[in-house]
């Protein structure tokens, strides 16, 4: 997903990097280790594994948390329409042809044609006809 930005500062914005990687901790590890602590507490009993259904339930409760933080931030982000944190590295343009027609292309800013070999990935700006 692109860089996570929010259209109000009430909502999360995140890069890439730190957006997956809390994902991967929301999805993955807090209902993996709450899911751990329940099977080793009934395994070893509760002398060494205390109270598994307040633990196992914090887990899940911070999971459900960081879910609806990251939705958010998701949902700011597509539905916001502004540019992405780092900007946009062109636009789409209509040019004339020859023959008359119109015809789209994209146009790359002068930072972004400098650094292209380096980049991982471009955003351009769409076109919109009415403006």
């Known amino acids: 997903m692109a860089e996570h930005a929010a259209k109000t500062g009430l909502a999360l914005s995140l890069p890439d990097g730190i957006y997956n990687t809390l994902r991967r901790i929301v ?7 709450g899911a751990f602590y329940a099977a080793l507490s009934q395994i070893w009993g509760d002398d060494i594994f205390p109270a598994p259904h307040k633990v196992v339930a914090t887990f899940a409760a911070l999971a459900v948390l960081g879910g609806l933080a ?17 900007g946009y590295d062109g636009k789409v343009v209509e040019d004339i042809n020859e023959d008359g027609k119109a015809v789209l292309r994209l146009q790359l800013d002068t930072s972004a044609a400098e650094d292209l070999l380096n980049k991982k990935q471009l955003v351009f700006k769409g076109y919109d006809p009415s403006a």
Request: hydrophobic share 35%; aromatic share 4%; charged share 20%.
């Open 27 to 33: 999805e993955l590890v807090l209902p993996g280790i």
């Open 70 to 86: 990251l939705s958010a931030s998701r949902k700011a982000y597509e539905g916001s329409g502004d540019a992405p944190p780092g």
